[in-house]
Each structure stands twice: as structure tokens, then as C-alpha cells.
């Protein structure tokens, strides 16, 4: 079994706040939510669709205080922990399908607000799933920051992270083309 222990630092050319990255993204859909019902013309300024993991070059994306090691859209490590490549598949699999999911109900939100004939109740369901995937993004970072708590913190989270429950908002984005986002602007 190989473990990745990322507990020196190395050569990371990006170093980002996590929890205010989400924050940022939260804050700028609902702006942009608040703005539009006001005003109409606020759709030019929609808000950026971002993705949070991933990453072309080697990242530390800090949450709840874990500076999670990421490259090519994959966690590699948690400083400070040494965890199995298992482990960290499985942690991996949870958040960047999460960021994902973000990352298409934004894009298709905007679309949608593109569309001359948008339906507001299709409008009010891309926002609200994209708020409920940064939600659950949270909560599982926060989760996983918990197990560090405990004493022996690599091995609380070996064995803790399989119990996790994979995230279920909506696993046909899991499948989906991201193609489709393209076909749906024109």
C-alpha cells in the first residue's frame, strides 16, 4: 500500500483559500440573483463559473484549516496527514464531483439566464442545486477537518473516510457531457 505524507513544504506555485473561494462564488450568484430582480439589465454581469479542484498545476487548496495537495483535478495529499492513494481516490472522488456539479449548474445557469425565453422556475432549480452542491462541498470538507481532531489523524481519517456517504445531488452531471452546455448556447 502507498501513502502520500505531504507534511514539508515544497515548490506549490498556487496557494488558495478555499473557504473563500466558495464564499466568493456563493456570494457572487446571489448578488447577481438580488441585482437581476431589480434590475434586468444586470445580465451582463454574470457571475464566473469556476472550478475549485480543478487545477492544470500543482495546487494547495486550504478548507477548515487542511491545506489539501492538488494536481490535474486530484487531491495528492493532505499536509500533515499520511494517507493511502485509496483514501485519497475516494476523497477525491467526492469533491471534485461536487465541484463539478457547482461548475455546471453555474455555466448552465448563466445560459439560462442568456435565453431570451428562460423559464424563471428553471432559473430558480440551476441556482438552487448549485448552492446545494457548495453547501455539501462545505460540509464534507468540514468533515473531513473533523477527523483530523482526533487523535492519530491519518488513521481516524483512513478509516473514516469509506463512511462517508458519496454526495447525492445529482450524479446525472456525474455522466453528463459538458459538451451539452455548449449545444444548449446555441
Known amino acids: 500500500m502507498h501513502t502520500a505524507n505531504y507534511t514539508t513544504s515544497s515548490q506549490i506555485s498556487d496557494q488558495i483559500n478555499g473557504d473563500d473561494l466558495v464564499g466568493k462564488l456563493l456570494f457572487d450568484r446571489y448578488e447577481f440573483t438580488k441585482n437581476?430582480?431589480?434590475?434586468?439589465?444586470?445580465?451582463?454581469?454574470?457571475?464566473?463559473?469556476?472550478?475549485?479542484?480543478?487545477?492544470?498545476?500543482?495546487?494547495?487548496?486550504?478548507f477548515n484549516g487542511l491545506d489539501f495537495v492538488v494536481r490535474d483535478n486530484q487531491v495528492?495529499?493532505?499536509?500533515?496527514?499520511?494517507?493511502?492513494?485509496?483514501?485519497?481516490?475516494?476523497?477525491?472522488?467526492?469533491?471534485?464531483?461536487?465541484?463539478?456539479?457547482?461548475?455546471?449548474?453555474?455555466?448552465?445557469?448563466?445560459?439560462?439566464?442568456?435565453?431570451?425565453?428562460?423559464?424563471?422556475?428553471?432559473?430558480?432549480y440551476l441556482d438552487k442545486q448549485f448552492?446545494?452542491?457548495?453547501?455539501?462541498?462545505?460540509?464534507?470538507?468540514?468533515?473531513?477537518?473533523?477527523?483530523?481532531?482526533?487523535?492519530?489523524p491519518s488513521l481516524t481519517v483512513e478509516m473514516n473516510i469509506s463512511k462517508m456517504r458519496q454526495p447525492n445531488i445529482d450524479k446525472s452531471v456525474e455522466k453528463q457531457s459538458f459538451q451539452s452546455l455548449v449545444q444548449l448556447a446555441r
Open 36 to 62: 437581476l430582480n431589480k434590475n434586468s439589465s444586470a445580465k451582463a454581469n454574470l457571475p464566473k463559473a469556476e472550478y475549485i479542484f480543478n487545477r492544470d498545476h500543482e495546487a494547495i487548496i486550504t
Open 76 to 124: 495528492i495529499g493532505i499536509k500533515g496527514l499520511s494517507l493511502s492513494n485509496e483514501v485519497l481516490a475516494q476523497i477525491t472522488k467526492k469533491l471534485v464531483f461536487l465541484d463539478r456539479v457547482q461548475y455546471y449548474y453555474s455555466e448552465k445557469s448563466n445560459l439560462t439566464y442568456l435565453n431570451p425565453n428562460m423559464d424563471i422556475q428553471d432559473v430558480k
Open 131 to 152: 448552492f446545494s452542491a457548495l453547501k455539501i462541498l462545505n460540509a464534507t470538507v468540514r468533515d473531513i477537518s473533523a477527523f483530523t481532531k482526533k487523535q492519530n
